[in-house]
């Protein structure tokens, strides 16, 4: 049961242009969302979050948007640097406690920007 | 680099044969997280430690146990392995015990063969 989900494993984009990810969530208890970047050999690191009391949250060339109707949210990398190639990792969490209070991560999408 | 050291990298070993994974959080950070990562899933959530003690449980196998140590680096045991126990452990920490950011280390690339 993926309670965290990422439909495109891979994404392509051309330099300079918008890249965006996207990624669903099923439980609706999680209300902090964060994107997590991870090059080969590195460990996952922390991107932006946003709060489920907001809908956008801007942080230079990303933004991440929240739409909790949906149950969806989506980060947008505008422009696409070919540095950003990377694969990332939507994650979610309830404030309740417990296991839930952990993070759950998707499985992440591969993002590729070409020169 | 994000101040969580894990050791080994790399571990190679035989089914049925017991290793232990070791991490070492960021400064003054209290909480450790591990997570594994095999090929086709995601970050699974497998335990954390707040202040020595344990603070949430996930999907962490009976074969597996985790402590930490007073001077709040911890250990992750993985026995009686099997070949599907092959992945990467993520390890992370964070200053306090809920829902934040978390910083991660480089991992420990598990072979079992």
């Known amino acids: 049961d993926q309670q965290v989900k990422q439909n495109s494993p891979s994404l392509s984009v051309q330099e300079g242009r918008i890249s965006i990810l996207n990624c669903d969530y099923t439980?609706?208890?999680?209300?902090?969302f964060l994107w997590y970047k991870k090059y080969p050999a590195e460990g996952p690191t922390f991107l932006i979050s946003i709060s489920s009391i907001k809908d956008k949250n801007e942080d230079g060339r990303f933004t991440v948007f929240l739409n909790k109707s949906a149950k969806h949210l989506s980060l947008h990398i505008v422009p696409s640097q070919p540095g950003d190639s990377a694969v990332y990792f939507c994650a979610a969490s309830a404030s309740n406690g417990g296991s839930q209070g952990n993070l759950i991560f998707g499985k992440g999408t591969k993002l590729s920007v070409k020169p | 680099d994000s101040g969580v050291t894990q050791t080994p990298k790399h571990l190679i070993t035989a089914t049925g044969q017991r290793v232990t994974l070791r991490c070492s959080p960021r400064?003054?950070?209290?909480?450790v997280y591990w997570y594994q990562q095999s090929l086709d899933q995601g970050l699974q959530f497998l335990i954390q430690y707040y202040n020595g003690e344990e603070r949430a449980k996930g999907n962490i196998l009976e074969r597996f146990s985790a402590q930490q140590f007073p001077d709040l680096h911890s250990e992750l045991n993985l026995s009686s392995l099997e070949l599907g126990d092959s992945a990467l452990y993520f390890c992370?920490?964070?200053?306090?015990?809920?829902?934040?950011?978390?910083?991660f280390g480089s991992g420990t690339q598990l072979s079992v063969l």
């Open positions: 400064s003054g950070d209290l909480s």
């Open positions: 439980n609706s208890m999680f209300d902090y």
């Open positions: 992370a920490s964070s200053p306090g015990r809920d829902n934040e950011k978390l910083f």
